[in-house]
Nanobody, 122 residues
């Protein structure tokens, strides 16, 4: 059974930073693409960033590019999302998703974590 777990969310002031982590059991995460998505209250889930499982190709949404960095740790079998210069509009539940192919289409992803709350506020 595959389980995906996110961690690292929390409350941070505007301009601050957080690092989210994504780990999985039941699969070797290194072999899979990982996508980060987020969902704010009353809004649809949107893609944040993705990293492929083969060539390490990286994708960012427009709002994430320049502020967020996705990366892999092949020793810890973990994918990170470093988020800098956070703003209140970044508030939401952040999800990690796993699939053989990196894509921004959430319907393509087979496995999802439970989400981690990120709140950017004074």
């Amino acid at each position: 059974q595959v389980q995906v777990v996110e961690s690292g969310g929390g409350l941070v002031q505007p301009g601050g930073f957080l690092r989210l982590s994504c780990a999985a059991s039941g699969i070797t995460l290194d072999d899979y693409a990982v996508g980060w998505f987020r969902q704010a209250p009353g809004k649809e889930r949107e893609a944040v960033s993705a990293i492929s499982g083969t060539d390490g190709e990286i994708y960012y949404s427009d709002f994430a590019r320049g502020r967020f960095t996705i990366s892999r740790d092949y020793v810890k079998h973990t994918v990170y999302l470093q988020m800098n210069s956070l703003a209140p509009e970044d508030t939401g539940v952040y999800y990690c998703a796993v699939d053989p192919v990196a894509t921004f289409d959430p319907y393509e992803y087979d496995y999802w974590g439970q989400g981690t709350q990120v709140t950017v506020s004074w």
